[in-house]
């Protein structure tokens, strides 16, 4: 073969595996929408009927609990993350800390990143296990938490590390703390840290592993902080193992809301990157 | 600084005062969230290996891992099968999706331009948010019946679909976007002048990908490989939907299994009463965060003597 046989070859071997990746997409996001779509027209009263009590055999009634268990679960992880995760991008900052600490901290911030999200899962279960509590919204609350918390603070650090550096050097030189400064700083960055707030939020909402053990499978109504609840990923995943032809059938109901969730927090996180590379200087596409 | 004004105005002073005061409790708070990171990872581990103690008490570290009965009801806890099987599917998955990854990644990055550029890699990011349920949930219509029906029986198995090829097949889908997206960073970020100085050389710009660009961005291909290898390990919710569950050694890539995940969320449920097999199902986790963190260690490794070998 000569090279320019072999270039086109490849050229088209590349060509052809983003073709594929891009219309395996297509592919998933069709057939959520199609089934899915399908089911909740024939019968949209499913979304918001509360569950009856041989739920996950006959399917009696549908999946707004899970909705709510969602919400209630990934509103306030995402609050904590966040709180959490700012404080610690800030800190890493040259201002607070040394390179080397920084350096230290992102390499455990990159094992977090990585750790499964079952981990978490199982180890708030041991946190459960040792002060003998039950599996509740609250636990579920913080398992989600500690699964953003590194995508969080990851996001926040390159946020705050492409703010303008004038920034910082006009609060210092009007006489500012270095935690007026912070606020400054994490003020001009602000598009990007939303974006990353945002990415966490889509990330939080679509797990499922992590809640499992720790929120519960409840099929009922979430009723109290220290009640068991559940979420979508975790009411989809159950009701896909279902022996139920039409219990399956609602998991494809839920997965679409679940899918057009992600994707409209994914379509406002692109915005507001968007809109964050305006205002960055030499501002660069992403 | 501000600690060199002499206040003769006491409303100033006690103004100064406060903002020192915020001063000095911000710097505590963002000290302790600076560490919490450590602290995290470091409570994980010590609650993981605590509550794993009752087994390793009872078996040797050797016994638990070598013997392939897996029967918590009669006390025998072995991680062979289980192993085996995140194993094969690991491989399987890694041996579909890096071609796919890397070949994507050098038309993103050398092929793609404008428009086409930008549509092609929001599309990959879109499919790296998609929540993994969702991907089990299309593959139980479309993948299933497509390995059950056609590929298992061409190649003389039997079997419903489900089994560690589905599940390969699956995960190599939901694992490529994320080793995509890292491949092409890595491949953006070489400077002009290698590309420049091969095709000045009259190198073709294949030949120029081949041998240069994949070679100077190789260090940081093969750590978002290496990411990509711990997210297929410690992933959950696919292999749940898709392996089938049954703790054996698989004989073939169509046969059913186990992997370390779906073994903790398969056995939990019923399982969490009897205190030996909550503690060995910990001890999965433990494994989980070793392996994981071993993985990350050797991609961050090999990152930094990418940093050190190219420095332009």
Redesign the interface.
């Known amino acids: 073969m000569d090279r320019y046989a072999e270039q086109r070859l490849f050229g088209w071997l590349a060509r052809g595996a983003a073709a594929l990746v891009v219309s395996v997409l297509i592919l998933v996001i069709g057939v959520t929408i199609y089934r899915g779509g399908r089911v909740f027209l024939t019968d949209p009263a499913i979304a918001f009927t509360p569950p009856g009590s041989r739920y996950m055999l006959e399917g009696e009634g549908g999946f707004f609990h899970a909705v709510l268990g969602s919400v209630f679960i990934v509103v306030p992880a995402t609050v904590i993350s966040t709180i959490l995760a700012v404080s610690t991008a800030v800190y890493l900052q040259s201002d607070y800390s040394s390179d080397r600490f920084s350096d230290v901290v992102n390499m455990f911030l990159n094992v977090l990143w990585g750790t499964p999200p079952i981990v978490y899962g199982v180890f708030i279960l041991t946190v459960i296990i040792a002060i003998g509590a039950q599996t509740s919204l609250f636990f579920g609350i913080v398992a989600i938490a500690i699964f953003q918390y590194p995508i969080v603070t990851r996001y926040t650090d390159e946020a705050l590390r492409s703010a303008p550096e004038t920034v910082k050097e006009a609060a210092y030189g009007l006489g500012s703390t270095r935690f007026e400064t912070a606020r400054m700083t994490v003020r001009a960055a602000l598009p990007g840290v939303i974006a990353g707030i945002v990415m966490g939020f889509a990330r939080g909402i679509g797990d499922a592993a992590t809640v499992l053990f720790t929120a519960g499978r409840s099929t009922r109504m979430p009723s109290g902080l220290f009640e068991p609840s559940t979420t979508l990923p975790v009411l989809i995943f159950d009701q896909a193992m279902s022996f139920n032809a039409e219990v399956r059938s609602h998991a494809y109901a839920a997965s679409f809301i679940l899918t057009v969730a992600v994707l409209g927090l994914i379509l406002v996180s692109k915005l507001l990157a968007g809109r964050y590379a305006r205002y960055a200087p030499g501002g660069r596409n992403s | 600084?501000?600690e060199s004004t002499e206040p003769t105005d006491p409303e100033q002073g006690a103004r100064i005062d406060r903002?020192?005061l915020?001063?000095r409790l911000?710097?505590q708070?963002?000290?302790?969230?600076?560490?919490?990171?450590?602290a995290?990872?470091a409570?994980?581990v010590l609650?993981?290996l605590?509550?794993s103690l009752p087994l390793l008490s009872e078996y040797s570290l050797v016994q638990v891992l070598a013997s392939s009965n897996w029967d918590p009801a009669r006390n025998e806890f072995g991680f062979l099968p289980a192993i085996v099987g995140t194993i094969y599917v690991t491989g399987l998955t890694m041996l579909m999706g890096t071609?796919?990854a890397i070949?994507?990644a050098?038309?993103?990055a050398?092929?793609?331009e404008g428009r086409t550029k930008?549509i092609?890699s929001?599309?990959?990011?879109?499919?790296a948010?998609?929540?993994?349920?969702?991907?089990?949930?299309?593959a139980?219509?479309?993948v299933v019946p497509f390995v059950g029906d056609y590929l298992a029986p061409a190649v003389g198995s039997g079997g419903t679909g489900l089994g560690i090829f589905t599940v390969s097949l699956v995960m190599a889908?939901v694992v490529?976007?994320f080793m995509?997206s890292l491949s092409a960073e890595s491949l953006e970020a070489l400077p002009d002048e290698l590309r420049e100085s091969s095709l000045g050389v009259g190198a073709?710009?294949?030949?120029t990908?081949?041998s240069v660009l994949l070679r100077a961005a190789g260090p940081g291909i093969f750590s978002a490989i290496l990411?990509g290898f711990?997210?297929v390990?410690?992933?959950?919710?696919v292999p749940?939907?898709l392996i089938g569950g049954q703790t054996q050694l698989p004989d073939s890539p169509f046969a059913t299994g186990q992997t370390l995940?779906t073994l903790?969320?398969n056995d939990?449920g019923e399982l969490m009463s009897l205190p030996l097999t909550?503690s060995a199902?910990?001890f999965?986790?433990l494994m989980?965060?070793i392996v994981?963190?071993l993985?990350?260690?050797t991609a961050?490794l090999v990152r930094q003597r990418l940093q050190r070998r190219w420095q332009y």
């Open positions: 600084m501000v903002r020192l915020a001063e911000s710097s708070w963002l000290r302790g969230a600076g560490y919490f990171a450590i995290l990872f409570l994980i609650m993981l605590y509550q071609p796919i070949l994507t050098i038309y993103i050398e092929y793609a930008v092609v929001s599309f990959i990011d879109v499919l948010a998609i929540p993994s349920v969702i991907f089990g949930l299309v139980l219509i479309v889908i490529t976007p995509i073709t710009k294949w030949e990908i081949k990411l711990g997210r390990f410690g992933a959950t919710i749940a939907m995940p903790i969320v939990f909550q199902l910990i999965v986790g989980l965060v994981v963190w993985f990350n260690f961050m």
